[in-house]
């Protein structure tokens, strides 16, 4: 009898192990996509179609804007109206950013305002970096202060209800101060687990990280934050967005931020393009041991995504910048063409 409880694996270890690939995403191409968007006000109808899309394609997790300063990022100014607009489903997650009380005041008030029993939305995220240089072009002030900041805004959003996530950025390389130290990323992490964010997620802002960085600097914070509290941001600059992505889950990761049609840029990362495309972790992830977990019958509906990324890249004048949607696109002109 003792031999067979030792040989028999509880159901809970079973279920841990076979959930334990499950991943989610995050999908930030309404916020991080469209935020450093230079050439055209983008109407605030095609931001909420853009998310209600998403949503219709399986994404449970969606960043739907920020409530910082129009003055310094004038595409987020709208936010508020996508916040109104979009058709909320119930189990998914459209969250804000938020810099500062301010903008935690003015979302609280929006929240008081709404007429419906489904909330507009649930949760904010923060954000500060692992650098002051960073931090002063982006939020005009240190990282000191900023998570000073950071600590009142969390402690009321939370008393408030809503979840608070966290966002670190330039992890392995700045744009004003150069590499990056990674035992700097495991403090700030740690400070915005103990103010009560409920994940972080790391960010390559640049998008000049490798692989075996990701899988340093990621060893590094482990040390300080499980890893089930952490989630991976990769800019694709340099063409290694899918790579480092996989090199993150290689190391536990099982949070991806990602953007559709890989839109975006920060407007404080000089010359950093989108971040990692969506549709192209999707693809890397088919038939792997990892699964991408989803409303669509249980996941993200990559040929849907392919659609959505062409759909707001034409909106935004210019081909999607997924590859697997250029390649798949390029399929259908072929198959077209034969017929
Ligand atoms: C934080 C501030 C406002 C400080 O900017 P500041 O100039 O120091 O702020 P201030 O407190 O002196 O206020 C200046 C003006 O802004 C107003 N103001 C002040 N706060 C707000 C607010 N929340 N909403 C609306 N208005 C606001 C305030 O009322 C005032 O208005 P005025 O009196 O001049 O008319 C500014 O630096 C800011 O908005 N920064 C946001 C930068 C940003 O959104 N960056 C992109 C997101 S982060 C990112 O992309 C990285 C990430 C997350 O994706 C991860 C990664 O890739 O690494």
Same mark, same amino acid.
């Given at each position: 009898?003792? %031999?067979?409880?030792a040989?028999i694996?509880?159901l809970?270890?079973?279920?841990?192990?076979?959930?334990?690939?499950?991943?989610?995403?995050?999908?930030v191409?309404?916020?991080?996509?469209?935020?450093?968007?230079?050439?055209?006000?983008i109407?605030?109808?095609?931001?909420?179609e853009?998310? *209600?899309?998403?949503?219709?394609?399986?994404?449970?997790?969606?960043?739907?804007?920020?409530?910082?300063?129009?003055?310094?990022v004038p595409?987020?100014g709208?936010?508020?109206?996508?916040?109104?607009?979009?058709?909320?489903?119930?189990?998914?997650?459209?969250?804000?950013l938020?810099?500062?009380?301010?903008?935690l005041?003015d979302?609280v008030a929006?929240?008081?305002?709404?007429?419906?029993?489904?909330?507009?939305?649930?949760?904010?995220?923060? %954000?500060?970096a692992?650098?002051?240089?960073? *931090?002063?072009?982006?939020? *005009?002030c240190?990282v000191?202060?900023?998570?000073?900041?950071?600590?009142?805004?969390?402690?009321?959003?939370?008393d408030?209800?809503?979840r608070?996530?966290?966002?670190?950025?330039?992890?392995i390389?700045?744009?004003?101060?150069?590499?990056v130290?990674?035992?700097?990323?495991?403090?700030?992490?740690?400070?915005l687990?103990?103010?009560?964010?409920?994940?972080?997620?790391?960010?390559?802002?640049?998008?000049?990280?490798?692989?075996?960085q990701?899988?340093?600097?990621?060893?590094?914070?482990?040390?300080?934050?499980?890893?089930?509290?952490?989630?991976?941001?990769?800019?694709?600059t340099?063409?290694?967005?899918?790579a480092?992505?996989?090199?993150?889950?290689?190391?536990?990761?099982r949070?991806?931020?990602?953007?559709?049609?890989?839109?975006g840029?920060?407007?404080?990362?000089?010359?950093?393009?989108?971040?990692v495309?969506?549709e192209?972790?999707?693809?890397?992830?088919?038939?792997?041991?990892y699964?991408v977990a989803g409303s *669509?019958?249980?996941?993200i509906?990559?040929?849907?995504?392919?659609n959505?990324?062409?759909?707001i890249?034409?909106?935004?004048?210019?081909?999607?910048?997924?590859?697997?949607?250029?390649?798949v696109r390029?399929k259908?002109?072929?198959?077209k063409s034969?017929l």
């Amino acid at each position: 009898m003792s %031999f067979l409880r030792a040989s028999i694996t509880p159901l809970s270890t079973l279920r841990r192990r076979f959930y334990s690939n499950l991943v989610n995403i995050v999908e930030v191409g309404p916020r991080d996509g469209l935020q450093n968007e230079k050439k055209v006000a983008i109407p605030v109808p095609t931001k909420v179609e853009l998310v *209600n899309r998403l949503v219709k394609a399986g994404v449970t997790n969606v960043e739907a804007g920020s409530f910082v300063s129009p003055k310094w990022v004038p595409q987020m100014g709208g936010t508020a109206d996508v916040l109104k607009g979009i058709d909320r489903q119930k189990d998914v997650h459209y969250s804000v950013l938020v810099p500062n009380k301010r903008g935690l005041d003015d979302l609280v008030a929006l929240l008081d305002n709404n007429p419906s029993d489904i909330p507009l939305t649930d949760e904010v995220s923060v %954000f500060t970096a692992a650098t002051d240089g960073f *931090n002063k072009a982006n939020l *005009n002030c240190t990282v000191k202060e900023s998570l000073e900041k950071l600590a009142v805004v969390t402690r009321t959003a939370l008393d408030r209800g809503l979840r608070v996530r966290g966002y670190v950025s330039v992890v392995i390389v700045c744009p004003y101060s150069g590499k990056v130290d990674y035992k700097r990323v495991r403090e700030v992490a740690k400070e915005l687990i103990d103010m009560g964010c409920y994940e972080v997620s790391l960010g390559d802002t640049v998008g000049q990280g490798k692989p075996h960085q990701v899988g340093e600097m990621l060893e590094e914070v482990k040390k300080a934050v499980p890893v089930e509290k952490l989630a991976g941001h990769f800019h694709d600059t340099y063409g290694t967005g899918v790579a480092n992505v996989l090199a993150a889950l290689d190391h536990g990761i099982r949070t991806i931020d990602a953007s559709v049609g890989g839109l975006g840029g920060c407007p404080y990362s000089p010359g950093a393009t989108g971040n990692v495309a969506t549709e192209d972790v999707l693809y890397a992830l088919q038939g792997s041991p990892y699964q991408v977990a989803g409303s *669509n019958n249980g996941t993200i509906d990559l040929k849907e995504m392919v659609n959505i990324g062409w759909w707001i890249s034409s909106e935004l004048g210019r081909p999607s910048a997924s590859r697997v949607a250029r390649a798949v696109r390029a399929k259908e002109e072929r198959h077209k063409s034969r017929l």
